[in-house]
């Protein structure tokens, strides 16, 4: 099965969970055993798993990555956004979860966040479930 998730995003770093949204389409392919797999087909974007019990989780993230990585005029990318390919990089732009008995085996603190790094925009997020692997 092959899903897309559409988020919209505001700010120019900014992290959606996108975890029902998930395991609504995981519960919709009917996969008891699998894998789900999530990709963003975006350079200045990317997919990552933390906890989602606390928001300040990945306030810290946010606030740690512009801190580490800022928008500053000395990178060479002539485009200006060189900061959101490099955060992009450090996040990466796929994960992969096993499915077990039909749900997904996250932890009990995890979500799943999209990574915006150079918004506002509307994005892709791709699912791809494969049963039995």
């Known amino acids: 099965m092959f899903a897309e998730i559409k988020v919209i995003t505001a700010q120019r770093t900014e992290f959606v969970e996108i975890t029902e949204p998930v395991k609504d389409i995981v519960e919709k ?3 008891k055993d699998g894998v ?3 990709y963003v087909p975006h350079t200045t974007a990317g997919v990552f798993i933390n906890e989602n019990a606390d928001e300040d989780v990945a ?3 946010k606030n740690t990555l512009e801190k580490l990585i800022p928008w500053i005029n000395g990178y060479k990318h002539i485009e200006g956004n060189a900061a959101a390919h490099i955060k992009s990089v450090l996040t990466g732009n796929n994960v992969a979860i096993p499915i077990k008995d039909g749900k997904l085996t996250l932890g009990r ?3 799943i966040f ?3 790094f150079d918004g506002g925009r509307t994005r892709k997020v791709y ?3 494969l049963e039995g692997v």
């Open 29 to 31: 392919s009917k996969v």
């Open 59 to 61: 306030t810290d993230i």
């Open 36 to 38: 789900c797999f999530i």
């Open 127 to 129: 699912i791809k479930i």
């Open 109 to 111: 603190w995890q979500g």
């Open 114 to 116: 999209f990574a915006e």
